[in-house]
């Protein structure tokens, strides 16, 4: 069973900056894309931002471009969203998700982690 696990969720300051890692228990990562997604309280989930498998195509929700800033390492098969210029409604638990082959089914699963928060308030 894949895995994937969030983590550097924090309370910041507005201006202030993070970056959430999601590791992804899974020997191969490279030839999927993989993002982020977000949801804040009573809202529903909200598209952050994805990176193509090769990491060369980056894509954002337009509410980040300029402040967040995706990338990833398919040697530790590992995401980052480094997060610039916090705002506080940016509070939300992040998500990082990726949808990956299934062998079995012959289809794509979806995958997802449980999370990270993200404060940020004065």
């Known amino acids: 069973q894949v895995q994937l696990v969030e983590s550097g969720g924090d309370s910041v300051q507005p201006g202030g900056s993070l970056t959430l890692s999601c590791a992804v228990s899974?020997?191969?990562?490279?030839?999927?894309?993989i993002g982020w997604f977000r949801q804040a309280p009573g809202k529903g989930p909200e598209w952050v931002s994805t990176?193509?498998?090769?990491?060369?195509?980056?894509y954002y929700f337009d509410s980040v471009k300029g402040r967040f800033t995706v990338s990833r390492d398919n040697a530790k098969t590992t995401l980052y969203l480094q997060m610039n210029s916090l705002k506080p409604e940016d509070t939300a638990k992040y998500y990082c998700?990726?949808?990956?082959?299934?062998?079995?089914?012959?289809?794509?699963?979806?995958?997802w982690g449980q999370g990270t928060q993200v404060a940020v308030s004065a």
């Open positions: 990176i193509n498998s090769n990491g060369e195509s980056t």
């Open positions: 899974k020997n191969t990562l490279e030839n999927y894309s």
């Open positions: 998700t990726t949808d990956l082959f299934d062998g079995v089914t012959g289809s794509y699963k979806p995958y």
